[in-house]
Nanobody
Framework: VQLVESGGGLVQAGGSLRLSCAASGSIFSIYPMAWYRQAPGKQREFVARINPGGSTNYADSVKGRFTISRDNTKNTAYLQMNSLKPEDTAVYYC?????????WGQGTQVTVTS
């Protein structure tokens, strides 16, 4: 599985960005997908997850502001990020997380200025 993220960039606090994660392979629809992020000097942390059936869960820090979704016809997962804060600044990674394995994308930088 190959994953390619896009959509990162520089945004002011309160703004929005939408990240995309394009996946190779025909089995995308059966994989749970997730987003993680890693800020400078910190460990990578969970942001959001969407299961094949569409159920989702979020880190408390992003609940109500971020929305994860997927389009199985396009083999693409998304992360809509609203009301961004400077503390959301990080490299955001897409992951496919079938049982027993994790596939990572290369990451996309998100920088939120105050």
């Amino acid at each position: 599985v190959q994953l390619v993220e896009s959509g990162g960039g520089l945004v002011q606090a309160g703004g929005s960005l939408r990240l995309s994660c394009a996946a190779s392979g025909s089995i995308f629809s059966i994989y749970p997908m997730a987003w993680y992020r890693q800020a400078p000097g910190k460990q990578r942390e969970f942001v959001a997850r969407i299961n094949p059936g569409g159920s989702t869960n979020y880190a408390d820090s992003v609940k109500g502001r971020f929305t994860i979704s997927r389009d199985n016809t396009k083999n693409t997962a998304y992360l809509q990020m609203n009301s961004l804060k400077p503390e959301d600044t990080a490299v955001y990674y897409c992951a496919a997380v079938p049982i027993g394995n994790t596939y990572w994308g290369q990451g996309t930088q998100v920088t939120v200025t105050s």
